[in-house]
């Protein structure tokens, strides 16, 4: 098993660096990972947020529960993939997991979410030349502003303003984990159709803060009981 596991992680290594300058984006596309995304993206997303007008405990909710290794890997996460390969090697099918928050932002900017491995292939370039290209800050921006959060709500200035009627500026520390919470699966952790799944999912986030050292596990219990209010 584990020499299958490494010679799929080389082979997969391999074949994103055969092709990494090769690929190229296609030409169809609504966004041109060559020319300035932040431009582009903030001309096509309403309430575009800048990164600095962004909460430091969304900004690290959103990296503990969705890629906590996001500041050092190059765009992908080797120990991510090969839990995911050993995942897919035991259930027998290609789930496409693992992805880091630079592969999200790439699939969700230029392709489809079809679960198919030539897709995961070019996700993975994708990511690399946006690695390149953008700081991590960058990225980290570009891809708060353009995952879904549920509720037709695009962005995370407009996630805040549908799901708690503020400003994402003005969000406290609970409703940032609630918020980082929902792009997993935006429709079934909804707050206004399933709070307790929500507040589940919460409730994992914090850990996970906690876990990854951006909270103590004092603020972790504390934050966990606060009330949250929904916009009406």
């Known amino acids: 098993m584990k020499k299958t596991i490494t010679f799929l992680l080389i082979s997969i290594t391999l074949l ?3 092709n990494c ?11 041109f990972i060559d020319k300035d995304l932040l431009k582009q993206i903030s001309a096509n997303i309403p309430n575009y947020t800048k990164i600095d ?3 430091r405990d969304l900004k690290n909710a959103v990296v503990a529960v969705e890629d906590k290794r996001f500041f050092n890997h190059p765009g992908f996460d080797i120990i991510a993939i090969g839990r995911s390969i050993i995942i897919d090697i035991k259930e027998g099918k290609f789930k496409a997991g693992g992805s880091t928050i630079t592969q999200q932002l790439a699939k ?3 392709l489809s979410n079809e679960k198919k491995l030539n897709r995961k292939i070019k996700e993975l370039i994708l990511a690399i030349k946006l690695e390149q290209k953008y700081s ?25 303003q549908e799901y708690f009627d503020k400003n994402v500026w003005e969000l406290s520390l ?20 399933h709070f307790e799944r929500a507040k589940k999912r919460q409730k994992v986030v914090l850990s996970r803060m906690a876990k990854n ?5 004092e603020i972790e219990e504390k934050t966990q009981k606060q009330v949250i209010l929904l916009a009406q």
Not at 21 to 31: E, I, L, R, T
Not at 174 to 191: D, K, R, T, V
Not at 213 to 217: A, P, S
């Open 16 to 18: 994103i660096v055969t």
């Open 21 to 31: 300058f090769a690929y190229q984006v296609n030409s169809n596309n609504k966004y």
């Open 53 to 55: 007008n962004i909460p």
């Open 108 to 110: 969700n900017l230029f």
């Open 136 to 160: 991590k800050e960058e990225i980290l921006e570009m891809y708060l502003n353009v995952i879904y959060y549920g509720s037709g709500a695009y962005g995370i200035q407009n996630a805040s």
């Open 174 to 193: 609970e409703e940032c984990a609630m918020l980082a919470g929902l792009p997993q699966a935006p429709s079934a952790y909804n707050p206004k159709k």
């Open 213 to 217: 050292g951006f909270i103590n596990e």
